[in-house]
C-alpha cells in the first residue's frame, strides 16, 4: 500500500531533550515536506526537500532541522524543544513533476513540549 | 507576496443541500489550485486539482471551478451528507514547488 509513514503518532517531551520524528514514503517520490498545523493558523510548511541531500526552508523553520540522506527518509529533528513548538505535524511526499502534482500525507504526530 | 485564503467560519448547511466553499489567492501564476479533506486530527487527502486554464472540474458529488480574472475557486459539495462533515483546504505550489494551504473552511452538514 502506497503510504506516507510518521513516527511516532504522540509524544510528550520536556523542554530541551532532543527528539527526532521519522517519516517515511514508499512511493519513490522526489518531493518531501514538513508542516506543522495550529489552531487558527492552519497548515505551514517548516522545510521541504526536492531531492536526497537537497533541502530547502519553508515558512516557519526555526527550531528545526532536517535531512535526506535517502530518498524514501526525511525526519525532522528538534535539537532543543520548546513549548511553542507543541503542535500536530505532518509530513508529505510527492513526486516531482511540477506544479500539478498531489501531495500525500502522513498521520500526523502530535508533539506536546512541557 | 503570495496569499491563500478562505473563510474562517464554519459552513453549516442541512444534509441535501449544496455546500459551497472559497478560496481566494494572490500572486500564483501559473496557477494549479488543489483541494484536500482534512478530518480531525489526520492528514490532509487530496481530492482534486484544476489548472488555471480549465473552468470546472467533477469527481462525483465534488464540483471545483476556476475564476482566474477573480483569482478565485469555488468548491460545491452537491447532494451533501453528514459523512462529508470535515474541513476542506486549498492549495497552490509555487514557481520553487513549495506547497501552500490556505487557513481551511470546516463544512458541518446535519441531518
Known amino acids: 500500500e502506497a503510504q506516507v509513514t510518521q513516527n511516532p503518532r504522540y509524544l510528550i517531551t520536556v523542554t530541551g531533550k532532543k527528539l527526532t520524528v521519522t517519516c517515511s514514503q514508499n512511493?519513490?517520490?522526489?518531493?518531501m515536506s514538513w508542516y506543522r498545523q495550529d489552531p487558527g493558523l492552519g497548515l505551514r510548511q517548516i522545510y521541504y526537500s526536492m531531492n536526497v541531500e537537497v533541502t530547502d526552508k519553508g515558512d516557519v523553520p526555526e527550531g528545526y532541522k532536517v535531512s535526506r540522506k535517502e530518498k524514501r527518509n526525511f525526519p525532522l529533528i528538534l535539537e532543543s524543544p520548546s513549548p511553542n513548538q507543541t503542535s500536530l505535524y505532518f509530513c508529505?511526499?510527492?513526486?516531482?513533476?511540477?506544479?500539478?502534482?498531489?501531495?500525500?500525507f502522513g498521520q500526523g504526530t502530535r508533539l506536546t513540549v512541557v | 507576496s503570495q496569499k491563500i485564503e478562505q473563510n474562517s467560519e464554519a459552513l453549516n448547511i442541512q444534509e441535501g443541500k449544496t455546500a459551497t466553499l472559497t478560496c481566494n489567492y494572490t500572486?500564483?501564476?501559473?496557477?494549479?489550485l488543489q483541494w484536500y479533506r482534512q478530518d480531525p486530527g489526520r492528514g490532509p487527502v487530496f481530492l482534486l486539482l484544476?489548472?488555471?486554464?480549465?473552468k470546472e472540474k467533477r469527481k462525483e458529488r465534488l464540483k471545483v471551478t476556476f475564476d482566474t480574472t477573480l483569482k478565485q475557486s469555488l468548491f460545491h459539495v452537491t447532494a451533501s451528507q453528514p459523512a462529508d462533515s470535515a474541513t476542506y483546504l486549498c492549495?497552490?505550489?509555487?514557481?520553487?514547488?513549495?506547497?501552500?494551504f490556505g487557513g481551511g473552511t470546516r463544512l458541518m452538514v446535519k441531518p
Open positions: 512511493m519513490n517520490h522526489e518531493y
Open positions: 484544476i489548472r488555471e486554464n480549465e
Open positions: 492549495a497552490l505550489r509555487n514557481a520553487g514547488n513549495m506547497l501552500t
Open positions: 500572486n500564483y501564476s501559473p496557477a494549479y
Open positions: 508529505a511526499s510527492s513526486p516531482a513533476g511540477g506544479m500539478n502534482t498531489e501531495a500525500f
